[in-house]
Structure formats: C-alpha cells, structure tokens
C-alpha cells in the first residue's frame, strides 16, 4: 500500500512539473521586444540609418519626423529588423516610430509605447586663432656721418608716409625719420603691422557665412510638389484659384537675405518666379516655382439632359451612382471602395448635334481621380461645357487573421487547481488508508 501511495503522488508531482515547464517554455516563445535605434549626431543635409526592431513582433510601424525626410512612412516588420533613411533638414531633428497593432508570436494584439530618436547637430571643431609674426625691426643706415649716431629704429619700408612727431618741449610738429615706426590698422606701432592687419582680414572672411539655403517655403493656395528639399531648387503648385498667391520663405541663416517672396500676381496658365537667397558673403542660390493658374472655364448653353454613372468592381458588377445629377452643376464628388476598377458613365444631351467625350473614366488608382465629360458644338468648336466629377478612391485595408487571445493567467489558475486537486486527493487517500498500512 505504501507503494501504491508513492506512486500517486510521484505522479502528482510529475504531472505538475510538465504543466509548469510546459507553461514557461510557452511564456518564452511568446515573448518579445521592441526596439528604434539610430544615431545621436549628424551634419545638416546628412543622410542616416535608423533601424526598427521587433523581436517576436509582427504589423505596421508608422514613422513621422521633424526637420528631417523619411525614405518610407511606414514599415512591416515580421519578427526581424527593418532600416529606413531619413535626410537630416534642421536641428533637432526628431523621428518617432509609432508601432500600430503589432501581434506576437500567438497572434495577440499586443500594446507598444512609440519610441523617439533625437538627433543633435555635430559640434564642429573650433579653429585655432592665427598666431601673428613677431617681426623683429632691422636697423637701417643713418645717413648721417655722426659716427656716434645710434641705429634707426625705423624698418626699410618706413618711408612710405611717415606720421609727424611732436616735440615734447617746443610742442612744434617736426619730421624725425630716424625715430617714426608705421602704425598698422590695429594701432599698434610696430614693424609688423602690415602683417597685423592682413590676418585680422583673413579672420573676418572665415566668419562670413555662405550659408544660402531656405529653411522652409510655404504659399496659401496649393500645395508644393515635391515636398520641401532644401537641396532641390524647383517646385510645382497646380491649380490655383484667384489673381495672386502669397508666398513665404525662410532662409537657415538669419543673416541670409531672401527676395522673391511676398503676395505675387498671377496671369492664366503657367507663372515662374524665382526666390533668390544672398548669403552673407554675398552668395546666391535661386529656388523656381512653377505655379499653373487654372483658368475659368467659361460654360456655353451646351447642356446635359441627365448623367447616369456606375461603379463597376474588379468581378464585373454593375453598381449604380445617384451623384444628385443637376443640368446646371458642372462639379460632382464620390466617394468608390477599393474594389471599384471603373466607372460606366452615360451622358445624354439635350440637343442634336453635340460632340460628347468622356474622359479619365477607367483604371482607377487609389485617391483621387478625375473624371472629365466635355460637350462641344458640332459646328462651332468655340462653345463648350465640362462636367467634372472627382472620384476618391479608398485605400486598400490588411485584413489582419487573429485568433482568440489565450489568458496566460488562467494557465496558471488551472496548474495550481490541478496541483491542489491532487494533493487534497492524496491527502484523503493516506488518511483512508493509514490503519490499513499499520
């Protein structure tokens, strides 16, 4: 009986073991980490390295940054280590990855505080000041023939306008050779300070600065295309509405000077105009803008008797459009799932002999797209109505496959039942049985 006793709770014990081994080595392999490294310091137009790490971790990591351009918004990281690069515009420049419904190993959506990196400019060596020449004065030959007479203190190039000496007794201004030295611009009279003076000028051309970079450029109407590149000197702005557009420009360098800017006057069609950044070293660096004024379109009595638009999706269904169709509305916006690869539109005119063309109907793209349905006069090309209609289309979603999350703490709520199942078991076992294994 003994034995038997041994036994079951040998069991017992065993089977408790494996649950909890079985459990810890499950809380491993569901760990994971979350990590965002780059560097502390660059120069101002460096490129750099930062890299996203995520151990045990899968899903989208979205990135944002201030005074610097990313490679990518966003990464997808599976369990591994993904690099992006960012161009340093300004300081700090600050990148946040900002982790958006990561999972781990069992498929549970797991919470990451964002993480952000903080890159300062390099501390540039400071030079080391020009040290002036002692220039020791050679004595020059008195052209007296006093032989007691005592060296000139004046160097050979002295007599280029020596400066009057005043007698201390008389007061009366007298012209004393022997005895004048040059005064340099610092005011020091010394034989050096010719020298003096040509390094106090190279000094001051080396803090001159030639910095002829903007900082930013931004205007009121429209948007710039691309985005703002300190190196990239040109710019497009389509679009715009309206007889002027203000712009405004900062250069990096506040001793910088910038012209071009201000409220600028626009004529139809394409309007260039150049924004000029003058260093203080007088430098100059041109930015262009290329800005497209849209021109009203003047609508003729051409109209349209009704508009009928359908969605057509990627297995050929036919979905109609109520778009609120007016004969007098030449402008329409709606709204498409991702799905939606065209548009069959059907325009009917109220008269004969209109020329009808649809344009910009098919192949959709995500975001926007521009839908165009022009009306012309069969006999006077000169008159004409556009409709428009801009299509958004939707981005297309990840459809994320998770599973039921396990409660690790109900794991260890079961091992512990089972643990005290099976000693309470063997406790009332051994009691049952303690006369018997007397």
Known sequence: MKTTIKKILARIMITSLFLIVVTINYNIASSYSFNFVGPNTANNGDTVTLTITGNGLTGKVNLSANNASLSNSSVWIEKNSVSVTAKITGFPATITANPSELTDND???????????????????TPKPTQVPQNTPAPTQNPSTNPTSRPSATPSNQQTNPPPVTNNSQGTPQSK?????????????????????????????????????????????????????RENLEYNVANVEGEEIEIIAEAEDERATVSGTGTIALINGENTINITVTAENQSVRVYQLHIDKKQEVVQSELRLSTLEVKKINEDGNFYDIDIGFNKDKFEYVINLENDISDLDIIPIVEKEGV???????????????????????????????????????AEKTIVEISTIPKKRNWIWLIIVIIMLIGIIYGIIYWRKNRKKIK
């Open 355 to 393: 020329i009808v063309e649809t344009q910009g109907k098919e192949n959709l793209t995500e975001g926007e797209n521009n839908i165009r349905i022009t009306l012309s006069d069969i006999e006077d090309d000169t008159k004409t109505t556009v409709y428009n209609i801009k299509a958004i289309k």
């Open 107 to 125: 498929y549970n959506i797991v919470s990451i505080v964002s993480k952000t990196i903080t890159i300062n400019e390099k501390v540039k060596p």
């Open 177 to 229: 050779p022997n005895q004048t030295t040059t005064s340099s611009t610092t005011g020091k009279q010394s034989p050096g300070g010719e020298n003096n003076f040509q390094t106090q000028v190279q000094n001051i051309e080396n803090t001159t600065s030639s910095n002829n970079y903007l900082k930013t450029i931004n205007v009121n109407k429209g948007n710039l295309s691309p985005d703002f590149d």
